[in-house]
Structure formats: C-alpha cells, structure tokens
C-alpha cells in the first residue's frame, strides 16, 4: 500500500531519506525551512499487503540486497508519492555493516585523525580495499588507571553493498547522495542533542534492534531474530489461521484482547518477553560498562503500533517506556492528521537520514 500525500513542489533544499526494510520501505521527504525542515511529503510500501505473500522480503538477511528488486519497488513508490526531491540518503542495516566501539588516549582532533587508520586496521576484520570507513567520537571517560580515554565509534560498510544501493536507486531515478548506519539516524531523530540515557528499541518485522544513546551519543546496539514478524507467526500457528488473518487480528487487537480474545495476547507475550529480556540485559550492560543507568525506553519501528505494549513492557521494565517520536525536531503539517502516530515511530530512520542530509 503506498500513500499519496502533498504534492507541493520543493526543487531545492529537499531530500528523501529512504528506510529499506526487510518488508517494507518508508521514506520520508524534509524541506529546508527557517525554523526545523519540514516534512513536504511522504510514501510506505510494504510487501505483505501489496503481495499477499509474507515471504517476499525487500532486504535479505543475508548482507544483500536484490537491488533490481529493490530498485523496482523503489521506483513504485517514487513514482505513486510524487516526491519533488530527486536526492536521496538511504540507511543500511546495522547487520550489514560492522560497528566497534574503541577507546584511545584523549587527543587533538588532527592528532585523532592520524591516528584512526593504525587503530581502523587494528580493529576491523575486513580488508580495506573491501570497505568504506567512518568514524565518529562519542565519547569519553577516565578509565581505571586515571587516564582520559576517547570513545570513538568505527564504521564500516563493505563496497559490495554500496555498489548495489547505488545501483537500486539509479533504478528508482534517484540519486543515492549518502548512506548511514540507520541506529545512527534514528538516534538523531529521536533523540538528538537530548542527554538522557535512553534506550531505543526497534521492532522491525524480521528482527529488532536495542541501542543506548546516552549524552546524545550512539554507545551499542544489539540486534536479535525475533520482531513483529515473530508475533505474526505465533498467532498464525496458534489459532490456526492464514497469515494475512493473523497479521489484521495483530493489528486491530494488539496486546489488549477483551475476555473473549484473551488468547491472542497468551500467543504474543512469548515473542514479546523474548524481546523485553533483551532489552533488560542491554540495560544492565549499560549499568555495568557505560556507568549509564537507562532512564526510559523509546520504542520505534512498525512494532511499537502493537497496541498495548508500552504499558505492557513498562511493567516488565520497570521505567517509562514511550512510543519514539521521530519527528520531534520536524515541523508536520496539519493535514497530517491520522498517519502521525505511524510517521512518529515507523519512519524514525528515514527522518533522521533527512534531516541529516538537510543539517550537512
Ligand atoms: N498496527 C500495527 N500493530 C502491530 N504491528 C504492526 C502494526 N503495523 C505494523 N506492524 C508490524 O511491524 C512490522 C514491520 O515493521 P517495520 O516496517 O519497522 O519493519 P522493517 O523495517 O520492514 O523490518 P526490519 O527492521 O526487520 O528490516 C511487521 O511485523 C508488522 O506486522
Ligand atoms: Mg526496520
């Protein structure tokens, strides 16, 4: 399903940043503005309700993309939303690329500079013919000795996998101006300069992500097999019906099954706790390691729609838990109306790539 909405032409100052999921693709269009870039217009297309099949993936997980595949669905939804932008920024997968955090000594900027390709070498396991490197400090802390050590977050992303968005999005008529690692564009749209330690959890279809930002910094992030996808497949199985069925009871009952349906949330809470489990051992890694205790948990990514489970994850959790607001720092237009909540939480990563593309 893809949606038309305002179609009012930006040509200058507007990009699109584009989340492809494994069974879905949101992408978002900003416009530079006076105050916060503005939201001009938007498109999701997802592969359960265009296909009926909910095997068609969009991403594997297999660190590759179809990008003919991709490039395709691309197109359609360019071309059913009407964006005005032609330049993109795409977010990639964090299992498709490779993060580390390292520590080295407190230095200069261009003495970390020099420093960096020693230390790149040291700590990435691919040969750099292979990879695109980034790094970007996040970070300090005296550590036991007394020294002040610097918290520098290396990423790498093979070529191979750059080649091939590059190549999905010439398809689409797009043209590919950048790539992220999505954890760091929805910490910036979700939490930006903000300093408190939070956790972002993201419920994908296939898998779901836990990251701790903490003083508006990216500090780790977990990725585990289990999403809404997951939940889907218990209900399917446990009542013995299709697929699809399963997925509109999912979406119209979520966690809060009346007496009658009391069932539905006995099949979730499973797949839910194998999710919340996670995200208390990224917490109490937080405790231990960071010296960050996790003040909240901003819940993101097509999962947190599963009504019910704020509160429900709450109670497990033991501290405020919030659906993520992705467009936080983003002036919305009115007409928006119904599609906010959605926009809020689904599309976080393809808002933080826009915004990143319109602040550089
Ligand atoms: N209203 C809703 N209630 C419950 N679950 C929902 C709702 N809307 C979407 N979902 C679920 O959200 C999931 C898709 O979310 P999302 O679009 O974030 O995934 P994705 O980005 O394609 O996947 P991944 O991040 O794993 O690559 C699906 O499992 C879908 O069933
Ligand atoms: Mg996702």
Same mark, same amino acid.
Not at 17 to 31: F, M, P, Q, R
Not at 178 to 194: F, I, K, M, P, W
Not at 293 to 313: D, F, H, K, Q, S
């Given at each position: 399903?893809?949606?038309?909405?305002?179609?009012?032409?930006?040509?200058?100052?507007?990009?699109?940043?584009?989340?492809?999921?494994?069974?879905?693709?949101?992408?978002?269009?900003?416009?530079?503005?006076?105050?916060?870039?503005?939201?001009?217009?938007?498109?999701?297309?997802?592969?359960?309700?265009?296909?009926?099949?909910?095997?068609?993936?969009?991403?594997?997980?297999?660190?590759?993309?179809?990008?003919?595949?991709?490039?395709?669905?691309?197109?359609?939804?360019?071309?059913?939303?009407?964006?005005?932008?032609?330049?993109?920024?795409?977010?990639?997968?964090?299992?498709?690329?490779?993060?580390?955090?390292?520590? #080295?000594?407190?230095?200069?900027?261009?003495?970390?500079?020099?420093?960096?390709?020693?230390?790149?070498?040291?700590?990435?396991?691919?040969?750099?013919?292979?990879?695109?490197?980034?790094?970007?400090?996040?970070?300090?802390?005296?550590? *036991?000795?007394?020294?002040?050590?610097?918290?520098?977050?290396?990423?790498?992303?093979?070529?191979?996998?750059?080649?091939?968005?590059?190549?999905?999005?010439?398809?689409?008529?797009?043209?590919?101006?950048?790539?992220?690692?999505?954890?760091?564009?929805?910490?910036?749209?979700?939490?930006?300069?903000?300093?408190?330690?939070?956790?972002?959890?993201?419920?994908?279809?296939?898998?779901?992500?836990?990251? #701790?930002?903490?003083?508006?910094?990216?500090?780790?992030?977990?990725?585990?097999?289990?999403?809404?996808?997951?939940?889907?497949?218990?209900? *399917?199985?446990?009542?013995?019906?299709?697929?699809?069925?399963?997925?509109?009871?999912?979406?119209?009952?979520?966690?809060?099954?009346?007496?009658?349906?009391?069932?539905?949330?006995?099949?979730?809470?499973?797949?839910?706790?194998?999710?919340?489990?996670?995200?208390?051992?990224?917490?109490?890694? *937080?405790?231990?390691?960071?010296?960050?205790?996790?003040?909240?948990?901003?819940?993101?990514?097509?999962?947190?729609?599963?009504?019910?489970?704020?509160?429900?994850?709450?109670?497990?959790?033991?501290?405020?838990?919030?659906?993520?607001?992705?467009?936080?720092?983003?002036?919305?237009?009115?007409?928006?109306?119904?599609?906010?909540?959605?926009?809020?939480?689904?599309?976080?990563?393809?808002?933080?790539?826009?915004?990143?593309?319109?602040?550089?």
């Amino acid at each position: 399903m893809a949606f038309d909405f305002l179609t009012r032409a930006f040509s200058v100052g507007s990009y699109i940043g584009v989340d492809i999921g494994t069974t879905s693709i949101k992408a978002i269009e900003l416009s530079r503005s006076n105050a916060n870039p503005r939201l001009t217009n938007y498109g999701l297309l997802e592969t359960v309700p265009v296909f009926e099949r909910p095997n068609s993936v969009i991403q594997a997980n297999s660190l590759r993309i179809s990008e003919k595949e991709a490039g395709e669905l691309l197109k359609l939804l360019v071309t059913r939303t009407h964006f005005s932008a032609t330049n993109a920024i795409a977010s990639i997968p964090s299992f498709a690329s490779f993060t580390t955090m390292i520590e #080295i000594p407190d230095m200069s900027q261009a003495e970390t500079e020099k420093a960096m390709p020693f230390q790149i070498k040291q700590n990435i396991p691919l040969p750099l013919s292979e990879i695109a490197v980034d790094w970007v400090r996040v970070g300090q802390r005296d550590d *036991a000795n007394g020294f002040v050590k610097q918290q520098v977050l290396v990423i790498a992303i093979p070529n191979e996998i750059i080649a091939r968005f590059k190549a999905a999005f010439k398809i689409a008529g797009l043209a590919l101006r950048a790539l992220e690692v999505e954890t760091l564009s929805y910490s910036r749209a979700l939490v930006g300069t903000d300093q408190t330690p939070t956790i972002i959890l993201d419920i994908g279809a296939r898998s779901s992500n836990i990251s #701790i930002v903490e003083k508006g910094f990216l500090k780790s992030n977990t990725q585990i097999d289990y999403g809404g996808d997951s939940i889907t497949d218990a209900i *399917a199985n446990g009542l013995s019906v299709s697929y699809k069925r399963a997925e509109e009871l999912k979406r119209r009952i979520g966690m809060l099954g009346g007496s009658g349906e009391l069932e539905l949330s006995t099949l979730e809470i499973p797949f839910v706790d194998v999710i919340l489990n996670e995200v208390q051992r990224a917490r109490q890694k *937080a405790i231990d390691t960071l010296g960050a205790a996790p003040e909240r948990v901003m819940v993101v990514g097509g999962g947190a729609n599963l009504a019910g489970i704020e509160t429900y994850a709450e109670q497990r959790l033991g501290i405020p838990v919030v659906p993520g607001n992705g467009l936080l720092y983003v002036d919305v237009p009115q007409e928006l109306g119904m599609m906010v909540p959605e926009l809020k939480t689904r599309f976080s990563i393809a808002t933080g790539l826009a915004i990143k593309s319109l602040l550089s």
